[in-house]
């Protein structure tokens, strides 16, 4: 299969007619099957008359084809889910549905025309020009297709491509279960599509051609799959002068023609070619290893928060004679993962490039539960996490291996992937569960087709295997698959077609962090005592420890309809449309705030929740770094739907404030304290030791009245964490009733601030008398236009004021007052403390006019103001 990293444009000179390679990514029309009686042989003929037929989306599922053309309510809004049909009801044929794209192309000499599909499913019949395209039927969702459609091009140019799709065999009973009655995991197909426990069900299972169709041309000779890895031997530093490393480059290279072909394949890095003759026999396709390439001072790739992610551009071509048969282009990253087992935590310890890294992840569903995927969402969504100081996302096993876009992002970002296979504790029959159809032993045997999932299992893996990010391979989400899968996993598929990643049976196994509590291994999920972080020792390196997350008032408005704007009050049932899209109870937490009076007051309080869940969570976990744990994996970052639970960021791209709270407790230099003793603490998750670092803590009332503790010079090792001195004398001395804020603050010699954070602590009750009666702070807001896609904005208090606590800001359209979504922050539902200013910046895509900023907090009125 053909390795999609880069679009190549045309070139000129030698290089021209070379290659071309473009989507077929507009122009569709579809229908039901029920509405058209000709088969695929009459379909796929340009005389044929598409009256009525309707504009498909493609990529794209059906559900969203409906969706696009009114069809269908938005399945994301209230409880407009309830009101289109399941496919479990109707049957299949109701989504099953012929998609038809007219486009023109031709061959000459020895060029070679491929129809490549990325995704289809679940099923799919092709036709091309009134002719059958595949043999036999082409099954799985999980699994790219390529066809040489050379012989079937009209010879003037105008064809028409025809595909019948169906929808899984088994698209299983939405019954409430995790994926339903279970039987969904019977095909290979994603199993979130039955419903979950943050999800409702996808009424068409994901039907359709839901990722790219790609027409290439070539040449006698068609570049597939290449293979690149990168040894970095020793421990390195991220910056200075480097020692050598090797690239080695093996590649797949097919002669669909009826002569042998010979001539040159070579790959060039860095400004450096390696050749290699090769004579390939006619209609086969043959690996070719190419010398091996030492890189002399290489520009190394790091995560995120631990160096530059630097990415050279390699490119291959078969030359013969003057002329360039084939070439594919892609972006590489030099670096060496490694995995060394920490015995004193009893969990994996992950090693880039000779170092250490504490492990900060993120778990990921998918980007889109109807799979409407772009470039840019995928970088939207990942740079925040790189927003977060986060440094691995884990790729849940109930979904899809993640598309190549994800995988650049992740490349560019510095984001390191722990990638599941399809599998699922829940489908596939760990446990007992009276929701599933069949028993556990039948569902430890799914999908029923074992051939067919190890087939497209090695299909993936080449599909991502270059991608400097992807670090961890992983059998299934708490379960591993059915042992004649497993095991030529383990010791075939991976060894042969990688061979440099760590791979885990199942996502919370012994082999990843050794359990000695028991259960199942996961969560929790919910909201936690913050002290409980700090204090409670769990298993080492869980892959899913959660907590909470409900977007602000802003982000409740998209979804939930106004009647349904209503805060929910503990331990009673919450309204019908908060039930419907999940959400899970906290209001205990918001009580001590004050009993939240409507919904907006209800967002508003949820923020502070939200903001100190995350925070807490991973300076708990950093202050016992290679101590008890060698990282965590937070579940989870995002959501693919208008979910009410485990999410930074909700479904639109807008941040919360847990998004806020993880960025600040997950800072690679970070000043904190400790909620159980007060001790003030700082970690560095750098590589170097940090000499004359500034420690200073106050304590400022509810008036902004100061109270000055310490200011003393420290150092802190690499990668290391330094308890200080503790407040508890201290903020027992002040006996403030009604609680106060805590300032910590690393200052560097020059006395600017490394890091700061500020707590606010509730009075001796428990309850946070003194923010419920705070004084209103007047804020003086400005923002100016850097003219670079970025804004920055000034919040200034002056001497003498309250501190203005917990402001939100939000970059807007000053006509409209919507938020500008995406938007990346700097920072936010940031306090200012009296006196002092400080500054946002703000990053926006694409152009924008008529720019404004909104800001409101708990003591802060809402102001908006232009920006300059």
């Not at 001395?733 to 707590?759: A, C, H, M, P, T």
């Amino acid at each position: 299969m053909k390795k999609i990293l880069l679009l190549l444009l045309c070139c000129s000179g030698l290089m021209a007619g070379a290659q071309q390679r473009y989507e077929l990514n507009s122009g569709w029309t579809c229908t039901n099957v029920n509405d058209v009686k000709a088969d695929g042989a009459a379909i796929s003929k340009t005389g044929f008359a598409l009256n009525n037929w309707m504009p498909a989306t493609v990529p794209g599922t059906v559900l969203t084809t409906l969706l696009n053309n009114k069809k269908v309510p938005d399945p994301f809004y209230g409880m407009n889910n309830e009101k289109i049909a399941d496919v479990y009801h109707t049957g299949n044929a109701h989504y099953t549905y012929w998609f038809v794209k007219d486009f023109e192309e031709r061959a000459a000499g020895n060029e070679q025309v491929w129809l490549q599909f990325r995704g289809i499913n679940y099923k799919a019949e092709i036709y091309l020009n009134g002719k059958k395209v595949n043999p036999k039927t082409q099954v799985g969702m999980h699994i790219r297709a390529q066809y040489n459609i050379t012989p079937l091009l009209a010879a003037n140019g105008k064809n028409r491509l025809a595909v019948i799709v169906y929808p899984p065999d088994f698209p299983g009973n939405p019954n409430g279960g995790q994926g339903g009655d279970g039987t969904i995991a019977k095909g290979l197909t994603t199993q979130y599509t039955a419903g979950w426990d943050w999800i409702q069900p996808t009424r068409d299972r994901n039907t359709g051609i839901w990722d790219k169709v790609t027409i290439e041309k070539t040449k006698s000779i068609n570049i597939q799959n290449p293979h690149v890895v990168t040894l970095v031997p020793g421990k390195r530093l991220a910056t200075g002068k480097q020692n050598p490393a090797t690239v080695k480059v093996s590649i797949e290279v097919e002669n669909p023609t009826s002569k042998a072909v010979s001539g040159t394949l070579q790959y060039e890095i860095a400004g450096k070619i390696i050749k290699q003759r090769a004579t390939i026999a006619a209609n086969q396709n043959t690996t070719v290893k190419l010398a091996d390439l030492q890189i002399e001072n290489p520009k190394l790739w790091w995560p995120s928060g631990y160096g530059d992610q630097n990415l050279y551009d390699l490119k291959i071509k078969f030359v013969a004679a003057t002329q360039v048969l084939d070439q594919e282009a892609l972006k590489v990253g030099i670096r060496q993962i490694d995995n060394i087992w920490n015995d004193h935590t009893k969990s994996m310890g992950t090693f880039v490039n000779g170092q250490k890294i504490f492990i900060k992840g993120g778990n990921w569903i998918i980007s889109d539960a109807m799979l409407r995927f772009t470039d840019a969402r995928y970088d939207a969504e990942v740079r925040y996490h790189k927003d977060m100081n986060l440094n691995l996302i884990r790729i849940w096993g109930g979904a899809i291996l993640e598309r190549p876009e994800f995988y650049n992002a992740c490349d560019k970002y510095g984001l390191l992937v722990f990638q599941d296979f399809w599998f699922s504790g829940d489908c596939n029959g760990r446990w007992v569960d009276p929701m599933k159809k069949e028993d556990q032993w039948t569902r430890r045997n799914y999908p029923d087709d074992h051939p067919l999932v190890l087939t497209a299992i090695e299909d993936q893996i080449k599909m991502i295997r270059n991608h400097a990010s992807l670090a961890f391979w992983c059998g299934g989400n708490e379960i591993t698959p059915p042992d004649d899968i497993l095991m030529p996993l383990k010791n075939d598929l991976l060894p042969r077609l990688d061979g440099t990643r760590q791979f885990f049976d199942f996502s919370n196994s012994d082999e990843m962090s050794y359990n000695s509590i028991g259960g199942n291994g996961d969560g929790p999920y919910g909201i936690q005592d913050i002290k409980t972080f700090w204090g409670t020792q769990t298993f080492p390196y869980n892959s899913e420890v959660g907590s909470v997350g409900v977007g602000d008032y802003a982000s409740l408005l998209r979804f939930i309809p106004e009647k349904n704007l209503v805060a929910p009050q503990y331990k009673t049932k919450p309204d019908s449309v908060w039930d419907y899209h999940k959400y899970i109870s906290y209001e205990q937490y918001l009580n001590p705030y004050g009993k939240p009076k409507d919904a907006k007051d209800f967002a508003m309080k949820a923020q502070l929740a939200n903001y100190d869940q995350y925070r807490a969570l991973m300076e708990g976990f950093s202050n016992k770094m290679w101590d008890w744990y060698t990282g965590s994996i937070i579940w989870k970052t995002q959501n693919p739907w208008t979910a009410m639970r485990g999410q930074m960021y909700d479904y639109y791209l807008d941040p919360n404030a847990c998004l806020y709270g993880l960025r600040k407790g997950s800072e690679p230099l970070h000043v904190m304290m400790n909620p159980l003793d007060s001790m003030v603490t700082i970690v560095n998750n750098g590589f170097t030791t940090r000499n004359n670092l500034m420690v200073q803590a106050k304590a400022y009332d509810m008036e902004g009245k100061d109270y000055f503790y310490s200011q003393v010079f420290n150092s802190v090792g690499p990668s290391s964490v330094r308890r200080l001195f503790p407040l508890n004398e201290f903020l027992t001395k002040l006996d403030k009733k009604d609680g106060v804020f805590v300032s910590l603050r690393i200052l560097d010699q020059k006395q600017n601030i490394l890091s700061e954070n500020i707590y606010w602590l509730p009075g001796k009750d428990g309850e946070y008398s003194g923010l419920k009666n705070m004084k209103q702070t007047p804020l003086k807001v400005s923002a100016a236009n850097q003219n670079n896609g970025k804004v920055a904005v000034t919040l200034s208090n002056a001497a003498g004021n309250p501190v203005a606590f917990f402001n939100r800001v939000a970059l807007i359209n000053g006509s409209t007052n919507q938020r500008i979504l995406p938007a990346f922050y700097d920072d936010n539902y940031v306090s200012i403390l009296p006196g002092e200013s400080k500054t946002v910046t703000v990053e926006y895509t694409g152009k924008q006019s008529n720019l404004a900023v909104e800001v409101y907090g708990w003591n802060v009125a809402t102001q908006k103001v232009s920006v300059q």
